[in-house]
């Protein structure tokens, strides 16, 4: 399933990303990770919805849900698990999720700079190509690598 050397569990497919606290609270999963790409998926819960009313899943969760995907292609694609951090993320939104369904992101990760990586995704239902969102993002390498950035205590690694 996955182009990658053995990696953390939490980066494998069938793992919660039980290291990024949002995303395990959200019950976000890994499906699949190839080098560059990955598919996470957000089962639809009750205490997900953002609208009593309608039923549908807050905006915020879908979110969470691509830019932690976008964040899985990056670290697949450049082995940095862990040590990257969003620097820009737009999303533009299509249409509202279906409620009762779970959503799906598919991210690519398609160009790595020296310091900067950049990607891109989309999340959907059942069809990548009925998108719900759609998202540009990118992110800082190496952040745990430099003295005091995006690290705890007084500047450790």
């Not at 299509?94 to 990607?119: L, Q, R, S």
């Amino acid at each position: 399933m996955s182009d990658l050397p053995p990696t953390a569990p939490e980066h494998k497919a069938g793992f919660v990303l039980s290291n990024v606290p949002h995303a395990a609270a959200l019950q976000l999963m890994i499906v699949e990770v190839r080098a560059g790409e990955a598919v996470c998926k957000v089962p639809y819960a009750e205490h997900l919805i953002g609208n009593p009313d309608t039923r549908v899943i807050h905006g915020g969760v879908i979110t969470a849900l691509l830019d932690n995907a976008c964040g899985v292609a990056v670290g697949s694609k450049t082995l940095l698990m862990g040590q990257i951090a969003t620097l820009d993320l737009r999303i533009d939104y299509m249409k509202a999720a279906t409620p009762g369904e779970d959503i799906f992101a598919f991210a690519e990760c398609y160009k790595v700079t020296k310091n900067i990586a950049f990607a891109r995704g989309v999340a959907y239902h059942t069809d990548r190509s009925d998108p719900i969102a759609t998202c540009a993002a990118a992110f800082m390498l190496g952040t745990k690598s430099q003295r005091g950035a995006n690290v705890s205590g007084a500047g450790g690694k």
